[in-house]
């Protein structure tokens, strides 16, 4: 192999097997076991663990989502919905973006550093579509990371790509993931309230403590693009 081909592979490997291991683990089936409903049966047996090894408990929860942030895993939510369920909305609040920002800065370096071995131009239209971004790259980025349908791991590797900057990825991303990290979390709260009544029925699902946090949720998915129809709108 030539020897820019050896350096072309070397920068790129990184990314190959953090994605790699990100498809191993959906594949395996692991992400299941974060299912709330199987929690919820077995909440009883994981408190009891939590209550016994308080530390423990807590650098497992956050190092394994930020293992899954790290690997592009497009189910993390589930692990916070988790994290509200077994630790609380508040200290999941505060667990879930530690390990938010340490996954995904080790994702945008390892994506930086393979895109930073391609020789070849971009084609025009991504050509322009990195332009455009990089006119207005702190409005960009804010609006990206607050857009929480999109696979969390699929918008890092787009941003390394945009050529964020390091000081405004890892400030868009503490923002905007702790803003919904709390309010995932106290989904996953709210979710193992009701589960914990009995069956899942209508009645049961109408409470406040789910309610609200879903509506939050609602409001922040569909914030950006109403925002960005309200600037064209106003532009035009």
Known sequence: MPARGRRAWR?????????A???AAVGSGVLDTVDASHLVRGEGSLDAFIG????????AFTGLLA?????????????????????????STLLGPVALVAGSLALYAAS???????TRQPPAFAARLRERYLRHPVRHTFALRFVPVV?????????????????LFVAA??????????????IGAGLGDTLGRGPMTAASLANARLLVPLALFLVIAAAPPLLKAWRERRGG
Do not use: D, N
């Open 11 to 19: 920068a790129v490997l990184p990314l190959v097997l953090m994605v």
């Open 21 to 23: 291991l990100g498809v």
């Open 52 to 59: 016994a090894h308080p530390l423990l408990s807590r650098l």
């Open 67 to 91: 293992v899954a942030i790290a690997t592009g895993v497009p189910g993390t939510i589930m692990l916070v919905l988790a994290g509200g369920l077994l630790f609380g909305t508040v200290e």
């Open 112 to 118: 930086r550093r393979a895109f930073s071995a391609g």
């Open 151 to 167: 696979p969390l791991g699929a918008m890092t590797i787009a941003l390394a790509w945009l050529r964020c900057p390091l000081w």
């Open 173 to 186: 991303t503490w923002v905007g993931g702790t803003v919904s990290i709390a309010v995932e979390s106290a």
